[in-house]
């Protein structure tokens, strides 16, 4: 209950600590965040329809979506840098919130890419940004709560594939749905961005980060340091296994990026179910990308992270071979509650290995090997849309069991410092607790 109600200014005391207060709102922002893009996600049917689209017009339109969000992201570390997180995450988040009702009104194709180009600055801007508030909260918070953090994205995209698939089916319009979310969303706004934290100066930050600590809190930071050169100790071997673990971080985000954007697709163009009921091939992915979040470090400390992940790969293959041979709307949503269990704590454990690399700092590592998966993330599903327009929406769907499998051929980068019973016992093992 006091966490509940740490947000509420009236309840403050000496006892809630303005981190408390803080790692709340982040977690806020997190949800939100995954709430907006599930809101997007479930109506792409709709808005390919409205604006008569084929998939390779789709795919070029998620394209410029994604060249927004790679353009901005330099731009927004920079930014955090120079004026801090907090008001780089207010004015990202408001151009986010209004790009999506203007990509439903405007009145011509033209137009509409520019609104999603717009969505897409805001959408990257924002990822940036809230995640380094999160790595200052978790610094000062002096614990693992990143994890828990990430896991109300997931909880967000949850909760608006439900309401995106249950609006959709009550016949509501896209451009109604969109402006409601968006201002209804914009109240919660004020309560989390005047709690985010204020971020230290760079040169303080630098002395703290400095001072021995490498853990994950120093997971997106932007000094600009190369892996190649971040450390002079890094062997080509740590090196490798950096560039390995970004392979399997881009193969799965690729994957997470398509499930967004083409599950509903393809239940409504190839299975022919109508919008409501395809909006839940997403819903089902998030509902077990959540729990399998939740339930990630328990697994891993009885498995280990390279079985964990060869096990979670193999699982998340079937589903996506069960999904692009399926002919039965259910059959094709057990596909999708299959890929989003194995997803689930594939990327998690990737970043703990990176921060056992001897050699190269954790922040450095972290940092190369999550850019490397949301270039996978951005660059999916555009990918999927001109194989799908050249071929097939099925067998577009269907590469993603070879680049999943590939996961499980590369699991052994991930024997990297540290022994499945060290797990157990190690912090990360708390990190959803908080």
């Keep these: 209950m006091e966490n509940t109600l740490a947000l509420n200014p009236r309840f403050l005391s000496e006892s809630v600590s303005p981190v408390q207060v803080a790692l709340w709102a982040v977690r806020g922002l997190f949800c939100l965040n995954g709430f907006l893009y599930a809101t997007w996600a479930t109506r792409i049917p709709a808005i390919q329809a409205h604006f008569q689209m084929s998939h390779a017009t789709l795919g070029a339109a998620l394209m410029l979506m994604a060249l927004g969000a790679l353009i901005a992201m330099p731009s927004a570390g920079w930014l955090c840098s120079r004026f801090g997180s907090r008001p780089v995450a207010a004015v990202s988040l408001f151009v986010y919130l209004l790009g999506l009702p203007l990509i439903a009104l405007m009145p011509s194709m033209s137009t509409m890419l520019m609104a999603?180009?717009?969505?897409?600055?805001?959408?990257?801007?924002?990822?940036?940004?809230?995640?380094?508030?999160?790595?200052?909260?978790?610094?000062?918070?002096?614990?693992p709560v990143n994890s828990s953090i990430h896991a109300l994205w997931s909880v967000g995209g949850l909760a608006g594939a439900v309401v995106g698939s249950l609006i959709s089916l009550g016949g509501l319009d896209v451009h109604w749905h969109f402006t409601m979310v968006t201002a209804l969303?914009?109240?919660?706004?004020?309560?989390?961005?005047?709690?985010?934290?204020?971020?230290?100066?760079?040169?303080?930050?630098?002395?703290?980060?400095?001072?021995?600590?490498?853990?994950?809190?120093?997971?997106?930071?932007?000094?600009?340091?190369?892996?190649?050169?971040?450390?002079?100790?890094?062997?080509?071997?740590?090196?490798?296994?950096?560039?390995?673990?970004?392979?399997?971080?881009?193969?799965?985000?690729?994957?997470?990026?398509?499930?967004?954007?083409?599950?509903?697709?393809?239940?409504?163009?190839?299975?022919?179910?109508?919008?409501?009921?395809?909006?839940?091939g997403y819903a089902t992915f998030a509902i077990m990308m959540a729990c399998g979040r939740f339930a990630g470090d328990g697994l891993s400390s009885r498995l280990g992270p390279t079985k964990q992940v060869r096990v979670s790969g193999v699982i998340a293959t079937l589903g996506v071979l069960l999904v692009v041979t399926s002919t039965h709307v259910a059959t094709a949503l057990a596909g999708f509650a299959l890929i989003g269990g194995g997803f689930a704590t594939i990327v998690p454990a990737v970043f703990s290995a990176c921060g056992r690399l001897e050699g190269i700092p954790a922040g450095v590592a972290l940092a190369s090997v999550s850019t490397i998966g949301y270039f996978g993330f951005l660059l999916g599903p555009p990918m999927i849309g001109f194989i799908a327009e050249w071929l097939s929406l099925r067998i577009a769907l269907g590469c993603l069991s070879a680049t999943t499998f590939a996961v499980v051929l590369l699991a052994s980068a991930l024997k990297v410092g540290i022994s499945p019973d060290e797990i157990t016992d190690s912090p990360n093992a708390t990190a959803l607790n908080g």
């Design 185 to 280: 969303l914009s109240l919660a706004t004020l309560p989390i961005i005047t709690r985010l934290l204020v971020d230290d100066e760079p040169s303080d930050a630098a002395s703290k980060n400095s001072a021995g600590d490498n853990s994950s809190v120093t997971a997106h930071n932007h000094s600009g340091e190369d892996i190649l050169t971040g450390k002079a100790t890094a062997s080509r071997y740590q090196r490798f296994s950096v560039v390995l673990l970004g392979v399997i971080a881009f193969c799965i985000m690729a994957g997470e990026g398509a499930m967004a954007d083409w599950s509903a697709v393809l239940l409504n163009k190839v299975l022919g179910v109508n919008e409501g009921i395809a909006a839940l």
């Design 116 to 143: 999603l180009f717009i969505f897409g600055i805001g959408h990257g801007t924002l990822d940036v940004s809230m995640n380094v508030q999160a790595v200052e909260v978790e610094r000062r918070w002096h614990k």
